[in-house]
Each structure stands twice: as structure tokens, then as C-alpha cells.
């Protein structure tokens, strides 16, 4: 019996083992030049998710993890050879006056990033194949993605946000006064929570889904267009782009909630 156990403990180390050779974490620590000075953060990257949260710091601290080859797909190894394992990995940060911009090669093999930064921080992140994930933010917000949702919790400040497969889940704790915001996804839902004080001008559009609210909105009607010609005066074309508009506390600036598959939920807040 004991035998059988220690047979399976080294069978499971020898599987972790193999399990931590497919990932490899590097960590980059960013000296701001103006400590405690509102600071903004710029990720762009093609493969990998991205996950940022504020903290009490003064550095922004970069963790970033690489998949490795798929060895299955590999080709075999020479006659009397052992494959070595190697995973190149690439990661820089560039610090200019409180603005880091973060570069990896997500080009060549997915790279997920988890990134900490001080609280007053701007970001305008985005991912073509991953999911954004942020939290405990005081800052403007642009965040775009293609497949995989976003997701922004316990946040001040203004948000905009656009992904085309995914959904969009933003919670904002307090929003900066007269900043229009925007929320839009292609397949997914749009669920937004507000304060329960916002004063803002709804303008909601959903395509297949519907749209479902706790605030007491005061709805209006669509307006129609008329748009003249520059050459002619006498020509013009008129259209009909049907919106839902809907004032919140009196209204205020134009937040966009529009999606096409998927429904759109605005939410009272605390």
C-alpha cells in the first residue's frame, strides 16, 4: 500500500512537473519618474488576456506568462537525442514621464499579462485573441478587444469600451461629471452598473436582444435626419437610425450601450 502511494505521489509530481515546463512567468518592476502623480498604462498585444489592478504602490509591476510550444505537435527528436526546452520570451516596458507602454511578442505565442499599478492610473488597453479583466482603478478608461470579453469592477473615472465577441460587464463606483462614455460588444451582453446619482442621456441599441433597466428613465422618440448635398442644395437625403434614448436623473452626457447578439442590462448602483 505505501508503496502505491509513493508510486502515485511521484507519478503526480512528475505530471506538475510537466505541467509548470508549459508556461513561463517573467516579471518586469517600473520606476515611475513622478511617484504618486496620475499615471497612464498602454498595452496592445494580438494573443493573451490582459488583468490590471490598482494597489497602494508607487511602481508598476509587470507579471507576464508564455505558452509554450505544443510539444505534441513538434517533430520527433534525432535518433539518441533529448528535445531541450525552450521558450524564448520577449517582454519590455517603456517609462516616459509617468506613461509606461508595455510591448511583448503575443505575435509568436500567447502571452497573459497581469499588471499592477498605482490607483490614478489612465489605461487604454487592448487584446485581439483574450479576455480584459480590471479592478480598483481611478482613471479614464479604453478598452477594445475582438474575441473575449471585458470585464471592470469597483471603478472611477470614465469607461469606454468595445470588443466584438464577448461581453462587456463594467461596475463603476463614482463617474467623472460631463465625460461621455460608451459600451458596445457584437455578440454578448452589454451590463453596465451606474451610481444611483448619475445624471446622464442614455442612448441604447440592441439588435437581436432586449434592454432591461432599475433606473426610471424618461424615454424619447428617435429623431429623423435630414443631411443636405454639398453640391447640389437641392438634394438631400433623409434617414431614420432608430435608438432607444432615455434620460437618467434629468439626463446628462450621452453614454452608448449597443450590442447586436445578447441583451443590455443598466444597473443601479450603490
Known amino acids: 500500500m505505501n508503496k502505491l502511494i509513493i508510486l502515485f505521489a511521484l507519478m503526480m509530481g512528475w505530471t506538475c512537473a510537466l505541467k509548470a515546463q508549459d508556461t513561463d512567468k517573467k516579471r ?17 498585444q494580438i494573443n493573451g488576456s490582459i488583468t490590471v489592478a490598482g494597489y497602494d504602490g508607487e511602481e508598476v509591476i509587470v507579471e507576464g506568462e508564455s505558452s509554450a510550444v505544443d510539444n505534441e505537435r513538434s517533430k520527433p527528436a534525432p535518433a539518441g537525442m533529448k528535445r531541450i526546452a525552450s521558450n524564448p520570451v520577449r517582454m519590455s516596458a517603456r517609462q516616459d ?10 505575435w509568436k505565442r500567447r502571452m497573459d499579462l497581469s499588471i499592477k499599478v498605482p490607483r490614478n492610473f489612465d489605461l487604454h488597453l487592448g487584446t485581439v485573441h483574450g479576455t480584459i479583466d480590471v479592478k480598483d482603478i481611478e482613471g479614464e478608461l479604453e478598452v477594445s478587444g475582438v474575441n473575449g470579453g471585458i470585464v471592470l469592477e469597483e471603478i472611477t473615472g470614465s469607461a469606454v469600451c468595445n470588443t466584438v465577441n464577448g461581453a462587456v460587464k463594467v461596475r463603476l463606483k463614482k463617474v467623472t461629471a460631463d465625460v461621455p462614455m460608451s459600451f458596445v460588444t457584437l455578440n454578448g451582453d ?16 440592441s439588435e437581436r436582444g432586449e434592454i432591461f433597466s432599475d433606473f426610471d428613465m424618461v424615454i424619447s422618440p428617435s429623431e429623423t435626419t435630414k443631411s443636405p448635398k454639398e453640391k447640389n442644395p437641392n438634394e438631400y437625403e433623409i434617414s431614420i437610425d432608430e435608438w432607444t434614448i432615455g434620460a437618467i436623473n434629468g439626463g446628462g452626457p450621452e453614454h452608448t450601450f449597443k450590442n447586436m447578439n445578447g441583451d443590455i442590462l443598466i444597473r443601479k448602483g450603490n
Open 97 to 106: 514621464n509617468n506613461v509606461v507602454e508595455v510591448s511583448t511578442e503575443s
Open 190 to 205: 452589454v451590463d453596465i452598473t451606474l451610481p444611483e446619482a448619475v445624471k446622464a442621456q442614455a442612448k441604447m441599441r
Open 28 to 44: 518586469l518592476a517600473i520606476t515611475l519618474a513622478n511617484p504618486g502623480e496620475r499615471g497612464r498604462l498602454e498595452v496592445s
